[in-house]
């Protein structure tokens, strides 16, 4: 795919759990509402799991009440990409990480309340969170 992190499928292995793994590469999904960063609610920076690339910031996380991290958009234009996902029987946009190309969620244009009317639903096992100094 040509991203600026590529490891081989061993390296993802051995540097992610089995369940990040699943959720980063295979594109899985953790169980709603079950994430350890679905209530984080401290100003901070939320990186990607697989990279450490920054993707959103704690300014853009919102409760949308749907089980998993809320952000209404990205840190920046280019921290991740959309691709459009066939599978389960629906047409939805998934997010990756734009550096690692690891599976983050999907993005949903239902979010009214936000600036931007985007709710990008965020596995928590797809990123990590890095308090304010």
């Not at 280019?78 to 066939?86: G, M, N, P, Q, Y």
């Amino acid at each position: 795919m040509g991203y600026e992190v590529e490891k081989t499928e061993e390296q993802w292995k051995a540097e992610l759990t089995e369940f990040e793994y699943h959720v980063l590469r295979e594109a899985g999904t953790e169980r709603a509402y079950t994430g350890e960063l679905l209530e984080e609610e401290r100003e901070g920076i939320f990186n990607c799991r697989g990279c450490g690339a920054e993707l959103f910031r704690s300014v853009a996380k919102f409760d949308s009440h749907c089980g998993w991290p809320s952000f209404y958009e990205p840190q920046k234009d280019h921290a991740v990409e959309l691709i459009e996902d066939r599978s389960h029987g629906m047409v939805r946009t998934e997010v990756r990480c734009a550096k690692c190309g690891s599976h983050l969620g999907h993005v949903f244009e239902d979010a009214p309340q936000t600036p931007t009317g985007d709710r990008f639903c965020i596995n928590s096992v797809s990123i990590t969170f890095e308090p304010k100094a």
